[in-house]
């Protein structure tokens, strides 16, 4: 293999290796290890220095030693259990080599009588001698052995000797690549090339030395990359051209006048700027993102009117039927007879469903609300101009490519998310779109009043909730969740359903996992409408209803729920303009960590200061809906160690946005880095 000089040499199946066949291939395929590039991620946890040569009269027990013998005398003594031995001396003694599980023809092979041979392993002593059981390594070339030999988190059937020949390699034939970063950001980094970051990456003395310029180089690359894709993406949406469309809000005004309250300030600043993207001739891809509660259905509703006064229909697609159906019933309320609007139910009647695609194809109906149901096949919209998307923030880049494409190239595309995300995450997540954020809560917002209490209180709680009820007020109970087993989760929860429902016969309802969709929606809807007073359930509340007579929300367990979850649930009161009450259950000794994560969130509610705090206490991985959303992990840089990187990232994308040309010069780090069809798409 000769030295190679291209890149290319990374993106090769790692059968291109000498010492790599199909198996181990397949072992390393199995970790997601596809191409040599792959490999460089795998870093060495710690090492074994096999340079110390000793003498047999200087060796240590128990530690790693490398010696240079002659081989002197076998004893294979053939009965079963016994092992194999092979004495061997230098001038100041002997030593035996034990062999358990080796044949003697292989014995006598490796080691042959009067040769002089190199052993490594572990010395021990048994009666009179040192002895080396089977040893590590065993050569008549002491150069082979006579190095530090890395110890990688092996994969099985992967032995360190293999792994050590595929990593020096790859090290010895790493292509210098062309540099792709600017000379002053290169400079940051002591102008390491990302050849010699690689190196000194698996070099045995750096070993967890996180906070190195070679470290933060090659962290910073894989930022970069991530930033551009994403930048890259949402160019080339920006690319397609639209009609724009032309309208005076003159409904929209109208609405805002007739509204009970007044819109805050950042509803009417991302009002503005979807407006501004309806009217451009550069089709929309924005995200509208705001705290559970801030208000974002009547924005994208204001939007809606306008794309229909421009002439266009609009489908607002919700990720349940009832929250579908709360969106339809918000829209009756504000567009009355100023706008026909229409629900696709999967639960009406075939003849009714029939009628509303109807008047959906011969453009009676303007605005259409529905769950996904409003992308099949066979409906076929007569003029759809805009997209409304609500609590999808579990997509991933690729899926909201898709979506994109959803429509048409006049479609206009608005993603609504509640998931507040930590800052410098925004631009590994949303990147590929624009984004509107809405801080503000409205001014009639109570605050939710957060208290901590121990289990064994649970009596001053009975008596508060039956005070509550007798005010007219509903509960949410919600139950430990126990993500290893979806079982015992409903179970907890059915056990707090018995407890309670004898308390109060004929008040409690409760939905957990076992039970299925359409029950669970019935139950939703009967809680709506004060049927019950209690609602035990685990996590699954439904994210986005609006529960306005709920002000009360109990959490048992809730050290074991991520801080961004409970914020979540939280949400679900403090909806409607009575005074409201998380009250977090735990039992009495809790650990500093966890003291802390409840303590921030009984000091704030603004869940981007939350989502931030919890990062950094859980790490990135955790936060909620991010496992689910298909953003990769990354190999090296971390959100919260390398907070800098990221902003200096953000930066460097902004500069080179600036000019088409600049993007060429990272043609080389996007290949290496997202081996995508994204990539391949763009160029
Ligand atoms: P989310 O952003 O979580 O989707 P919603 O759009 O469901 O929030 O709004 C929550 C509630 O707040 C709704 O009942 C809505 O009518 C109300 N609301 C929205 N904007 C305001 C405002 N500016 N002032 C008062 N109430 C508002
Ligand atoms: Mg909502």
């Known amino acids: 293999m000769k030295n190679s000089k291209n890149y290319q040499f990374l993106l090769n199946d790692l059968t291109y290796l000498k010492g790599v066949g199909n198996k181990t291939r397949d072992l390393l395929k199995k970790k997601q290890i596809n191409t040599i590039f792959d490999l460089l991620w795998r870093l060495p946890r ?30 294979f003594p053939r009965i079963r259990n016994l092992p194999n031995k092979v004495t061997c001396e230098d001038d100041t003694g002997q030593i035996d080599c034990v062999f358990f599980n080796s044949k003697e023809g292989y014995i006598r092979k ?48 992967i032995s360190e000797k293999v792994y050590n ?57 894989e930022i970069l990359a991530s930033f551009l894709i994403s930048s890259e993406i949402r160019k080339k949406i920006k690319k397609i051209k639209k009609k724009n469309k032309i ?35 550069e089709k929309m891809f924005r995200l509208l993102q705001g705290d559970v509660g801030s208000g974002k259905t009547i924005v994208s509703l204001l939007a809606a009117a306008n794309a229909v006064e421009s002439g266009y229909q609009v489908a607002i697609m919700a990720p349940t039927e009832i929250l579908a159906n709360q969106h339809y019933q918000l829209g009756k309320k504000v567009f009355k007879r100023l706008i026909d609007i229409d629900i696709l139910s999967s639960k009406a009647p075939g003849s009714k469903k029939k009628n509303v695609i109807e008047k959906i194809q011969n453009n009676k109906t303007k605005i259409i609300f529905g769950t996904h149901a409003l992308f099949q096949k066979k409906i076929n919209y007569n003029n759809l101009g805009f997209i409304v998307i609500d609590e999808q923030h579990k997509f991933g880049v690729k899926q909201r ?15 609504m998310s509640a998931t507040p995300i930590p800052r410098t995450l925004i631009m590994s997540i949303y990147g590929d779109m624009d ?46 969740l126990i993500e290893e087993s979806k079982k015992i989760d409903h179970e907890s929860a059915v056990k707090k359903y018995k407890e309670l429902i004898k308390l109060f016969p004929n008040n409690v309802a409760i939905i957990h996992s076992g039970i299925d969709k359409e029950e669970k929606q019935k139950i939703l809807k009967d809680f709506l409408n004060k049927k019950y007073r209690i609602l035990v359930s685990t996590t699954i509340i439904e994210v986005g209803i609006d529960f306005p007579n709920a002000n009360i929300i109990i959490i048992e367990n809730a050290n074991k729920f991520g801080l961004s979850q409970l914020h979540q649930l939280r949400g679900r009161v403090g909806r409607g303009n009575k005074k409201s009450y998380c009250i977090l259950l735990f039992k009495s000794n809790l650990s500093v960590n966890a003291r802390k994560r409840i303590n921030i969130l009984k000091s704030t509610t603004d869940g981007f200061k939350i989502a931030d705090a919890d990062m950094k206490l859980r790490g990135f991985g955790d936060i909620l809906g991010f496992k689910q959303s298909g953003i990769k992990n990354f190999k090296l840089a971390d959100p919260v160690q390398n907070e800098d990187l990221f902003i200096l990232a953000e930066k460097e994308i902004a500069r080179i946005e600036k000019d088409e040309k600049n993007i060429d010069k990272y043609r080389t780090l996007l290949k290496l880095y997202d081996q995508v069809d994204i990539i391949n798409d763009i160029s």
């Open 46 to 75: 710690s090492y074994t220095d096999r340079t110390q040569k000793k003498k047999i009269s200087e060796l240590q027990i128990g530690t790693e030693t490398t010696i240079n013998v002659i081989v002197k005398k076998y004893n």
């Open 110 to 157: 490796i080691l042959p009588i009067n040769q002089k041979v190199t052993i490594s392993g572990k010395v021990k002593y048994f009666k009179t001698k040192y002895q080396i059981i089977n040893p590590t390594y065993i050569s008549e070339d002491s150069n082979f052995i006579q190095k530090i030999h890395l110890k990688y988190n092996l994969t099985e059937g």
């Open 165 to 221: 020949k595929i990593i020096n390699q790859i090290l010895l034939n790493l292509p210098e690549i062309p540099e792709w970063l600017d000379d002053k950001l290169l400079n940051k980094f002591d102008n390491l090339s990302w050849r010699q970051s690689i190196i000194l990456l698996h070099d045995p003395n750096n070993i967890k030395n996180f906070n190195k310029n070679f470290y933060q180089r090659l962290a910073f690359d």
């Open 247 to 281: 309208f005076k809000e003159l409904n929209s005004k109208k609405i805002i006048k007739n509204l009970d309250f007044k819109l805050t300030n950042d509803q009417k600043e991302s009002l503005n700027q979807i407006n501004k993207d309806l009217s451009s001739k």
């Open 401 to 415: 490519k898709a979506l994109s494409d959803k429509g048409g190239k006049n479609c206009d595309i608005l993603l």
């Open 435 to 480: 984004v509107s954020i809405i801080k503000e809560k409205p001014l009639n917002r109570k605050e939710v009043l957060t208290y901590s209490k121990p289990i064994n209180k649970i009596n001053e709680i009975i008596k508060f909730v039956e005070k509550e009820i007798k005010n007219d007020n509903q509960i949410f109970w919600v139950c430990p």
